[in-house]
C-alpha cells in the first residue's frame, strides 16, 4: 500500500476524495450542531496520550479518528451562531488555496525560493494598501496574525527610535493583548508598557496620551510607539485616528493602528468613514482570517514606508547569500521575522479571483447591519440593556436586573450565569468582555452565512434566560 513515506497516485486520490467528502458535510451538517464543542483533558488524555505506532495504520481510520477524537472538540468559529470572541468563516476557495499551498510545499521566504508566490503577495499587499489609502511608498508582509503583525511593527518602530535604553509604548484600556505582549518581546519593561484609560465611549483620549508622554520625556523616558484602535475587539471602537495622527506627527513617533478586528470594514463606504485617518499611521495590522473571511492563519503588516521593515529586518547570512538573486526583487523574509513561511497571499488572491470584490464588500457590509440590527433589538427589549452602540459588527450588551436592580455584583452574577446556559443549553456562542469593569454580554455578527434568523433567535434565547435567572433570584 506505501512504499516508505510515499504513497501510490490511486491512494492519494482516493484520500484526497475522501477528506474533501468529510469538509463539505461537515459545511452542511454545520448550522444544526452546536457552535461550541470540547472535552475535559483527562479523558482526552485518555484518548490520546499513547506511543507513536511503529508499523502504519490504515488511512481511512486514522483520519476518521482525527475527525472523531481531535478536530470535533473545537469551538466552530464558521457556525452561523458563533458570536463569540471574532467568528472565522473561511471562503471554500481559500480552503482549496492551502491545500494547494501545502501540496506544492511552498517556501515563500526569499524570491529566489517562490519567485510566483512573492509576487503574488505583492499583489495583495497592494490591494490592501490601496483599500487602507495608504501611499505607494508603502509596504508590508502577511505574517501569521495580528500578534506577528504587532511585534513586526514594534521592532520597526523601535528602530525608528534609535533602540532607546528607557522606551515607552502608549495604548488603551481596550487594547489587544497582542500589543501589550509584543511591547515587552522587543525590551519594553512593563512598567513602562502605559495603559491608558478610555473616555466613556471608549475611545483613547488624545489628552491622556499627551500627559502620559510629557511626563515620561521628562523622566528620561523615549516614546517608541502608540497604538490606536480601529476597531477594538471589545467594542468594535475606532479611536480618534486623525487626532492621534496629529499628535504622533507632531511629536515624532511612530504611531501602529491595530486595525486585526476592523481594518478590512475599509472596503466598504460606512466602514471606510469610521476609519478615517487610518492612512496617516506608520505601520497597520490586518487579520485576513476575520473580516476578509480566510482560512486561519492570516495576518497583514502594512508599513508607510516599506525600506522601514528592511532596515529593521534584513540581516545578510552567507548560507542565503543567493538569495540576492536578480535586481529589485522583494525578499518577504528581510519585513519580518520568519523566514521560513507559507505562502498566504494564494487564498486571498483566488477568493477575490472567484467571488469578486462586490460580494467580499456586501459579506462585510451584513456584518455591520446585523450588529446594527441587533442593538434596536437590544435597545427595545424589556429584558436587555444596550452597553455600547453597535460599532463594526459588535454590540455589548446585559440582561437588565429589572424592579429593584442590585448592585454591580449582583448583576455581574445574573449575567454569567444567563451566559453560562447559553454556552451549555444553546447551539450559540456568546463571549463576554469588561467594559469599565461592569460586565457585558458581547456578540460580533461578522460571519457571512449568519442570517437575521441566527441573531434573532439567540436573542430571544438570551431574554428568556434572563427572564428565568431574574425569577429565580
Known amino acids: 500500500m506505501t512504499d516508505g513515506l510515499r504513497m501510490p497516485p490511486d491512494l492519494m486520490r482516493e484520500l484526497a476524495a475522501y477528506v474533501t467528502e468529510i469538509l463539505v458535510e461537515r459545511s452542511r451538517r454545520l448550522p ?26 490504515p488511512p481511512r481510520e486514522v483520519i476518521d479518528r482525527a475527525v472523531r477524537d481531535v478536530l470535533s472538540t473545537t469551538m466552530r468559529h464558521d457556525h ?46 497592494d490591494w490592501f494598501r490601496r483599500w487602507l489609502g495608504y501611499p505607494e511608498t508603502a509596504g508590508g508582509v502577511l505574517t501569521s496574525g495580528g500578534s506577528a503583525a504587532a511585534l513586526d511593527a514594534f521592532v520597526a518602530a523601535r528602530d525608528a527610535a534609535g533602540h532607546p535604553a528607557r522606551g515607552t509604548v502608549y495604548m488603551s484600556d481596550q487594547s489587544h493583548s497582542a500589543q501589550k505582549r509584543a511591547a515587552r518581546v522587543i525590551g519594553i519593561r512593563p512598567d513602562r508598557v502605559r495603559v491608558l484609560p478610555t473616555d466613556a465611549d471608549f475611545r483613547l483620549s488624545v489628552d491622556a496620551l499627551a500627559s502620559a508622554v510629557e511626563a515620561d520625556r521628562d523622566a528620561g523616558c523615549t516614546p517608541v510607539a502608540v497604538c490606536a484602535d480601529a476597531g477594538s475587539t471589545s467594542t468594535g471602537t475606532v479611536d480618534p485616528l486623525d487626532a492621534i495622527a496629529d499628535y504622533c506627527e507632531a511629536h515624532g513617533i511612530w504611531l501602529h493602528v491595530d486595525a486585526a478586528y476592523g481594518g478590512f470594514a475599509a472596503v466598504t463606504e460606512p ?31 502594512l508599513v508607510r514606508d516599506a525600506t522601514a521593515l528592511e532596515r529593521a529586518f534584513a540581516i545578510h547570512h552567507d548560507v542565503l547569500q543567493d538569495s540576492v538573486w536578480g535586481a529589485n526583487h522583494p525578499n518577504q523574509a528581510d519585513r519580518g521575522l520568519q523566514l521560513s513561511r507559507r505562502d498566504r497571499a494564494l487564498k486571498i488572491w483566488m477568493s477575490v479571483q472567484i467571488f469578486g470584490m462586490a460580494a467580499f464588500r456586501a459579506a462585510v457590509r451584513q456584518g455591520i447591519e446585523r450588529a446594527e440590527r441587533a442593538a434596536r433589538y437590544v435597545a427595545e427589549s424589556p429584558v436587555l440593556e444596550l452597553m455600547t452602540p453597535a460599532s463594526l459588527g459588535i454590540l455589548c450588551f446585559r440582561v437588565n436586573p429589572g424592579e429593584g436592580a442590585g448592585d454591580e455584583r449582583e448583576i455581574h452574577r445574573l449575567n454569567r450565569q444567563v451566559l453560562a446556559r447559553v454556552f ?50
Request: aromatic share 12%; with cysteine; hydrophobic share 40%.
Open 80 to 125: 452561523p451562531k458563533a458570536f463569540g470572541f471574532v467568528p472565522s468563516a473561511p471562503t471554500w476557495p481559500g480552503v482549496l488555496a492551502d491545500y494547494l499551498v501545502t501540496g506544492f510545499n511552498v517556501n515563500a521566504a526569499t524570491w529566489l525560493s517562490a519567485s510566483g508566490p512573492s509576487q503574488l503577495e505583492a499583489v495583495v499587499i
Open 32 to 57: 444544526d450542531e452546536p457552535a461550541w464543542d470540547g472535552e475535559f483533558q483527562q479523558e482526552l488524555t485518555a484518548r490520546l496520550m499513547e506511543e507513536p505506532p511503529e508499523s502504519g495504520r
Open 271 to 301: 466602514g471606510a468613514r469610521l476609519l478615517r485617518g487610518i492612512e496617516r499611521a506608520d505601520s497597520i495590522g490586518l487579520d485576513p482570517h476575520k473580516w476578509f473571511f480566510q482560512p486561519y492563519d492570516t495576518g497583514c503588516l
Open 424 to 473: 451549555w443549553e444553546d447551539r450559540a456562542f456568546l463571549s463576554s468582555t469588561l467594559l469599565h469593569r461592569r460586565f457585558a454580554l458581547r456578540m460580533c455578527v461578522i460571519n457571512h452565512t449568519t442570517t437575521w434568523d441566527d441573531v434573532r433567535e439567540t436573542l430571544e434565547t438570551i431574554e428568556r434566560f434572563g427572564r428565568e435567572a431574574r425569577a429565580a433570584s
